[in-house]
């Protein structure tokens, strides 16, 4: 597929190092972050800076990479002292499903996880990952295989959550087939009909006793049964 530039957003004085489409549809907005910290909004359809980033402070961006905003606030709070002050190399990357965001440490080459939303100062130590050995350069999580991926220097390091964890996640809901008592009523085209489970085809099946026999269905039977007689004695009337 042929990749043309149909614009160029300008507006930051610095590097860009972290840009985020709004998860909508359409995708029409766009959230950049530069190495001062300054956050920028663009109208993707329109090529033009939004007046504020406030426009678009109720927009999904998710997963959230950006390190700057008001979901992130508390990531911030014990590691950048000065605004003015040039913002710490910091990759984030949201984990769905978990409520919680990745964020590589300043200090150390280490992984934390805080809570998400994060717009204070958690009240517990957020849990650290430890493992590279040089500043992590980007982090994804990959939500198929629950795994977070960050990379270092020339190494990926991998971290994955215990299945006891996110039993939530992999209880699946049970078919609407398996009733209490095997079988359930759907509403057909054709009218109401009914449904056995998986389940219950391993259970001896139930025959219902034959109904009895009324005085005009055994009048019905009888004539079924002498169709051959009566057909044989109109012949020979016919011969004769």
Request: proline share 11%; with cysteine; net charge neutral.
């Amino acid at each position: 597929e042929a990749v043309e530039k149909v614009a160029t957003l300008r507006g930051h004085s610095a590097a860009v190092i972290d840009v985020s489409f709004a998860d909508t549809l359409p995708c029409c907005y766009l959230l950049s972050v530069d190495a001062t910290g300054q956050s920028l909004a663009f109208d993707v359809p329109m090529a033009r800076r939004m007046p504020s980033v406030g426009l678009v402070r109720d927009l999904p961006f998710s997963p959230w990479t950006a390190p700057i905003g008001w979901p992130v606030l508390g990531c911030w709070s014990s590691q950048r002292s000065a605004e003015s002050a040039p913002l710490p190399l910091r990759r984030f990357s949201e984990i769905p499903g978990r409520n919680m965001i990745a964020v590589s440490n300043v200090d150390a080459p280490a992984v934390e996880l805080f809570p998400f939303p994060c717009p204070s100062v958690p009240e517990q130590c957020p849990p650290c990952l430890r493992g590279p050995a040089m500043p992590v350069a980007a982090l994804l999580y990959h939500e198929y295989s629950d795994c977070l991926l960050a990379a270092s220097d020339t190494v990926l390091f991998a971290w994955s959550w215990e299945r006891s964890e996110v039993g939530h996640a992999l209880v699946t809901e049970p078919s609407p087939l398996r009733s209490v008592r095997g079988s359930v009523l759907l509403e057909t085209p054709e009218g109401t009909k009914r449904a056995m489970s998986v389940g219950s085809l391993s259970s001896p099946t139930f025959t219902p006793p034959p109904r009895s026999a009324t005085p005009s269905r055994r009048r019905d039977r009888a004539a079924k049964e002498n169709v051959g007689l009566v057909v044989q004695q109109n012949a020979k009337l016919a011969e004769v």
